[in-house]
C-alpha cells in the first residue's frame, strides 16, 4: 500500500484477495504487466497528483448536502487528476489497451472543475467574481468598510475621546469596531458597550457616531454570507448532479493507482520477467497443474538473496524437503505459498520466465509452533488438529504447506504418521511440499514414484547454510559433522556413530558420495555452458564477420557491374557520336555536289535563254473550256524542263496537266504543284545546247510527318529516329514529331539526347498539351 498515491488507492490495495478464477487472474496480471511496461519500460507518467476519494462527499451532494469550499476543491482537484489520467491513458493505449480503457472510461469532468475554480481560489475562499451580486456586495463592502474607518480614526483625533481612551487604538468586539475606554472615563464616549476587559478597568463601546454605519456594513456582510451560502448550493448542486460520474471516476482513479503500486513493486522486488503485456499469461495455468518456479525470491528477504527453483504437482504431486535447520526450509515452502498468492491477486512474481503458477481454489499451510496453553494443546497436538482440518479439505485444486513434518512426537511414530499423511494427500490429489528430518520419509519419497526428494544444502567448512535448494535428492543432517567441527570430542563422535544403524551410516555416507557426484556434475554443467556461451560468441562473431565480407563483395560486385555499365554507355555514346560526324560529313559533302549541280545548271540555262527566242502569249482557253498543254515550241508532259515566273533553275514536270491546268513539278529538293499560268517556257529534257543534257536532280524521297518509337528498347528506337531525320531533311521537311510516350522516362531523355547533338537539328521542344505533351518532342529540322 505504500505505493499508492492517495487513499481509494490505498483502500484498492488492502482489499486485493487471491481469486480462484483463471481468467479474472489472468485479466489481473495483464494490467499489471501493461503499468510494468508503461512506468517502468517505457518511463511513461500516469500523473495522479491531486486526486481525492471524493464519493461521500459526491453522494451527500447528491442527497442536496451543501459541501464546503474546502470540499468543493478537493472535488475540483479530483476532476483535474482524473482528467490528466484519462488524456495520459488514451494517448498509450496502442501499449496498453486495458489501462487504456479503464481510463478512457473516465467521464469528463472538465465543466465541473471550472465551474468550482471559477468560484473558489487555492485558499478556499470564494472569489469575487463568482456571481455579480457577490462582486456588488463586496465592493460596497470596501467602500463601507473605509467610510467605518475614517470615521472610526476621526473619533481617535478627538482630543476629548482621546483623553477617555486606554490605548489609542481602534479594535473589534463581536463583529464591531470599539474603542478601549477608561471605565471612569466611559461617559467621555457615549455608545453601545460589547465588552469589558478581565479587570474592569477597561469597557469597550462602539461610538454612537458610527453605530448606523457598523449597521449598514454589517448587513453587507450578511448580504454576503447569503450569497456566498447559494453559490455554494449551486455548486453543491452541480457535484450532485454529477455524482454517479465522479464516484465512477475515483474508482477509475483507485484501479489505476493500484496498478502503478504494482508496477513499483515490481521494480523494487526485480520482478519484471514475467510482465509481459498483450499475451495471455501463459504462465497461470489452471489446476490441477505443476507447480513450478524457477529462480524464485521471498519478496519480504532483504540483502543477496539467493533465488531457488522447485516444482511439485505434475510428474509428482508432493515434494519432500530435508535439511539442517536454518538451512533454508521453511523459507523455500514459504516462498512457493506467498508467490502463489500473489499471483493470484494480480500482483509481479519475482521469478524467472518458465515459471508456471496454477490458480489454486485453496492454499493451506501449517507453518510455525502451533502450542496453545489456553487450550492445553502442545505443539504436536496444535500441529494436527490443523492437518486434520486440511485433510477434510483439501482437494485436486488445492495446495498444502506442511512445515516440520511428523515433528513434536516419537520419532518412529512420527515418522510413520507423516508417511500416512502424505499418502492421503498424494490421493486426494493436492499438490503438497512439505519438510521433514526423519529419514524414513527421504527412503519414502525415494521408493514413491508421486513423491520426490529435495534438500538444502549446508557448508560443513564454515558451518552456515547455502540456501541452494537441489531437487532429486535428500539431505544429510550433518549433526555429527556440525559437532565434530564445533570442537566435541573425537571419542563422543566416534561413539555416535557407533550408535547409529548399519544402514543410517550406509544411507549418510550415499548421499555424501552422491553429493560428491552432484557437485562434479554441476561443475561439469557450468564449464560445458560456459563453453557453450563461448561457441554462440565465437560463431555469432563469426557470423557478423561472414556478413561483413558477403555485403563488402556484394557491394564491390555492384560497383564493378556499375563501371562496366558506364563504361559500354560511354563506348555506345562514342560510336554513336562518331557515326553522326560521319553521317553529317557525307550530307555535307552531298550538299556541296548538290550546290555544284545548281550552279552549274543555273549557268547553262542562262546561257540557252540568250539563245532562244522570247515564249510566245499565253494560248487562252478554247470555246470548250480546255487550256492548251503546250507553251513556245514543247508540250508540257512528264519529263519536260519548265521555267516558271520568279524562279531562276528550271524543273522538271513530274506529270501532264490535268483538266484544271496544274501538274506537279520537282525544283530541286522541292516538290509542288503548279498552274500553266506560271509557265513561262518549256522543253524537252534533251534539246538544251544542240543536244546536251540538263540533269536534273532526282525527286527527294517522300517521308512521313512523324515517327512512333514507344514501347521500344532505346538500342532498337534510336537508330530508327536517326534514319527517319536524315529521309526527313531529303525529303525537305521542317518539322517532324517523334512519339516516345511518357513511361519511366529513360526513352524520352535517351532521344532527347540523340536530337540535342544531332547535326540536321536546329532546335527541338516538348509538345503542346493538344500534340502529346510529354509524350511527343518536337523537331525543327536544318533545310539549307
Known amino acids: 500500500m505504500r505505493h499508492t498515491s492517495f487513499s481509494a488507492g490505498r483502500e484498492a490495495a488492502a482489499a486485493l484477495r487471491p481469486i480462484p478464477d483463471r481468467e479474472a487472474v489472468v485479466h489481473r496480471q495483464r494490467i499489471t504487466a501493461e503499468a510494468v511496461h508503461l512506468t517502468v519500460q517505457l518511463g511513461v507518467d500516469i500523473p495522479l497528483g491531486g486526486a481525492h476519494d471524493v464519493r461521500e462527499r459526491a453522494r451527500g451532494a447528491e442527497r442536496g448536502q451543501s459541501l464546503a469550499p474546502a470540499e468543493l476543491l478537493n472535488v475540483a482537484s479530483t476532476c483535474s487528476a482524473a482528467g490528466r489520467a484519462r488524456r495520459a491513458l488514451v494517448r498509450t493505449s496502442d501499449e496498453a489497451p486495458l489501462l487504456g480503457v479503464i481510463g478512457g472510461g473516465i467521464a469528463d469532468l472538465g465543466p465541473l472543475r471550472s465551474l468550482i475554480d471559477g468560484a473558489i481560489?487555492?485558499?478556499?475562499?470564494?472569489?469575487?467574481?463568482?456571481?455579480?451580486?457577490?462582486?456588488?456586495?463586496?465592493?460596497?463592502?470596501?467602500?463601507?468598510?473605509?467610510?467605518?474607518?475614517?470615521?472610526?480614526?476621526?473619533?481617535?483625533?478627538?482630543?476629548?475621546?482621546?483623553?477617555?481612551?486606554?490605548?489609542?487604538?481602534?479594535?473589534?468586539?463581536?463583529?464591531?469596531?470599539?474603542?478601549?475606554?477608561?471605565?471612569?472615563?466611559?461617559?467621555?464616549?457615549?455608545?453601545?458597550?460589547?465588552?469589558?476587559?478581565?479587570?474592569?478597568?477597561?469597557?469597550?463601546?462602539?461610538?454612537?457616531?458610527?453605530?448606523?454605519?457598523?449597521?449598514?456594513?454589517?448587513?453587507?456582510?450578511?448580504?454576503?454570507?447569503?450569497?456566498?451560502?447559494?453559490?455554494?448550493?449551486?455548486?453543491?448542486?452541480?457535484?450532485?448532479?454529477?455524482?454517479?460520474?465522479?464516484?465512477?471516476?475515483?474508482?477509475?482513479?483507485?484501479?489505476?493507482?493500484?496498478?502503478?503500486?504494482?508496477?513499483?513493486?515490481?521494480?523494487?522486488?526485480?520482478?519484471?520477467?514475467?510482465?509481459?503485456?498483450?499475451?495471455?499469461?501463459?504462465?497461470?495455468?489452471?489446476?490441477?497443474?505443476?507447480?513450478?518456479?524457477?529462480?524464485?525470491?521471498?519478496?519480504?528477504?532483504?540483502?543477496?538473496?539467493?533465488?531457488?527453483?522447485?516444482?511439485?504437482?505434475?510428474?509428482?504431486?508432493?515434494?519432500?524437503?530435508?535439511?539442517?535447520?536454518?538451512?533454508?526450509?521453511?523459507?523455500?515452502?514459504?516462498?512457493?505459498?506467498?508467490?502463489?498468492?500473489?499471483?493470484?491477486?494480480?500482483?509481479?512474481?519475482?521469478?524467472?520466465?518458465?515459471?508456471?503458477i496454477p490458480v489454486y481454489e485453496a492454499i493451506f499451510a501449517d507453518i510455525g509452533d502451533e502450542q496453545s496453553i489456553e487450550q492445553s494443546l502442545s505443539t504436536f497436538s496444535g500441529h494436527i488438529t490443523a492437518i486434520i482440518d486440511v485433510i477434510e479439505r483439501a482437494g485436486p485444486r488445492s495446495m498444502v504447506l506442511l512445515d516440520e513434518l511428523g515433528a513434536g512426537t516419537d520419532p518412529t511414530e512420527g515418522a510413520a504418521l507423516a508417511i500416512a499423511i502424505v499418502d492421503r494427500l498424494v490421493s486426494a490429489g493436492a499438490t503438497l511440499i512439505a519438510t521433514t528430518h526423519h529419514s524414513e520419509l527421504k527412503l519414502y519419497a525415494h521408493q514413491t514414484p508421486a513423491v520426490m526428494n529435495a534438500s538444502v544444502e549446508f557448508d560443513i567448512a564454515s558451518l552456515s547454510p547455502t540456501y541452494r535448494l537441489t531437487i532429486g535428492l535428500p539431505g544429510q543432517s550433518n549433526a555429527l559433522a556440525i559437532a565434530s567441527r564445533l570442537g566435541m570430542p573425537g571419542d563422543v563422535i566416534a561413539a555416535a556413530r557407533e550408535g547409529l544403524s548399519t544402514e543410517e551410516r550406509d544411507v549418510e555416507s550415499l548421499l555424501g558420495e552422491l553429493r560428491g557426484q552432484l557437485a562434479a556434475a554441476e561443475q561439469r554443467a557450468a564449464d560445458t555452458a560456459t563453453d557453450r556461451a563461448q561457441a554462440r560468441e565465437l560463431r555469432a562473431e563469426l557470423d557478423r564477420q561472414l556478413r561483413e565480407l558477403t555485403a563488402e563483395t556484394e557491394r564491390l560486385r555492384e560497383q564493378a557491374h556499375a563501371r562496366v555499365r558506364r563504361e559500354v554507355r560511354d563506348v555506345e555514346r562514342l560510336v554513336e557520336r562518331t557515326r553522326r560526324e560521319v553521317e553529317a560529313a557525307r550530307l555535307e559533302q552531298a550538299r556541296a555536289d548538290l550546290a555544284r549541280t545548281q550552279e552549274a545548271v543555273e549557268r547553262i540555262d542562262t546561257e540557252a535563254a540568250s539563245e532562244l527566242p522570247e515564249p510566245p502569249e499565253p494560248v487562252g482557253a478554247g470555246e470548250g473550256g480546255e487550256?492548251?498543254?503546250?507553251?513556245?515550241?514543247?508540250?508540257?508532259?512528264?519529263?519536260?524542263?519548265?521555267?516558271?515566273?520568279?524562279?531562276?533553275?528550271?524543273?522538271?514536270?513530274?506529270?501532264?496537266?490535268?483538266?484544271?491546268?496544274?501538274?506537279?513539278?520537282?525544283l530541286g529538293a522541292l516538290h509542288t504543284r503548279v498552274r500553266l499560268e506560271q509557265v513561262e517556257r518549256t522543253a524537252a529534257a534533251r534539246t538544251i545546247e544542240a543536244g546536251s543534257t540538263v540533269r536534273i536532280p532526282p525527286a527527294p524521297p517522300s517521308a512521313p510527318e512523324e515517327i512512333e518509337v514507344r514501347g521500344e528498347r532505346i538500342d532498337e528506337a534510336l537508330p530508327r529516329i536517326d534514319a527517319f531525320i536524315d529521309l526527313a531533311v531529303r525529303a525537305g521537311r521542317d518539322r517532324v514529331r517523334l512519339i516516345h510516350g511518357r513511361g519511366t522516362g529513360t526513352l524520352r531523355r535517351a532521344v532527347r539526347e540523340l536530337v540535342a547533338e544531332h547535326p540536321l537539328v536546329s532546335s527541338f521542344e516538348e509538345a503542346g498539351r493538344g500534340e502529346g505533351g510529354a509524350g511527343v518532342t518536337i523537331v525543327h529540322l536544318q533545310t539549307n
Request: proline share 5%.
Open 121 to 356: 481560489d487555492d485558499r478556499a475562499e470564494l472569489r469575487d467574481d463568482a456571481s455579480p451580486e457577490l462582486r456588488a456586495i463586496r465592493r460596497e463592502l470596501g467602500k463601507m468598510h473605509g467610510r467605518l474607518q475614517q470615521r472610526m480614526q476621526a473619533l481617535l483625533a478627538n482630543a476629548k475621546v482621546s483623553a477617555a481612551l486606554q490605548e489609542p487604538i481602534v479594535t473589534m468586539r463581536e463583529g464591531r469596531y470599539v474603542l478601549s475606554v477608561r471605565s471612569e472615563a466611559r461617559g467621555a464616549v457615549p455608545g453601545v458597550v460589547h465588552d469589558t476587559s478581565a479587570s474592569g478597568a477597561t469597557v469597550f463601546i462602539e461610538p454612537m457616531a458610527v453605530i448606523d454605519l457598523g449597521n449598514e456594513w454589517r448587513e453587507l456582510q450578511l448580504q454576503e454570507r447569503h450569497e456566498i451560502d447559494r453559490i455554494l448550493r449551486e455548486l453543491s448542486d452541480a457535484v450532485g448532479a454529477a455524482a454517479g460520474d465522479l464516484i465512477d471516476a475515483v474508482e477509475r482513479l483507485a484501479t489505476i493507482d493500484l496498478a502503478i503500486a504494482k508496477a513499483r513493486l515490481a521494480k523494487e522486488l526485480d520482478a519484471t520477467d514475467l510482465a509481459r503485456p498483450g499475451v495471455d499469461q501463459p504462465w497461470i495455468v489452471d489446476a490441477p497443474s505443476e507447480l513450478r518456479l524457477i529462480d524464485a525470491r521471498h519478496p519480504l528477504l532483504e540483502g543477496d538473496v539467493v533465488p531457488i527453483s522447485l516444482w511439485a504437482g505434475g510428474e509428482f504431486a508432493a515434494l519432500l524437503i530435508t535439511g539442517p535447520n536454518t538451512g533454508g526450509k521453511t523459507v523455500a515452502l514459504k516462498t512457493a505459498g506467498l508467490l502463489s498468492l500473489m499471483a493470484l491477486a494480480g500482483l509481479p512474481v519475482p521469478a524467472a520466465a518458465g515459471t508456471t
Open 627 to 666: 487550256v492548251a498543254a503546250t507553251h513556245g515550241p514543247h508540250r508540257v508532259e512528264a519529263g519536260s524542263v519548265v521555267w516558271l515566273r520568279g524562279v531562276a533553275a528550271p524543273g522538271e514536270a513530274l506529270s501532264a496537266p490535268d483538266d484544271r491546268g496544274e501538274f506537279d513539278v520537282q
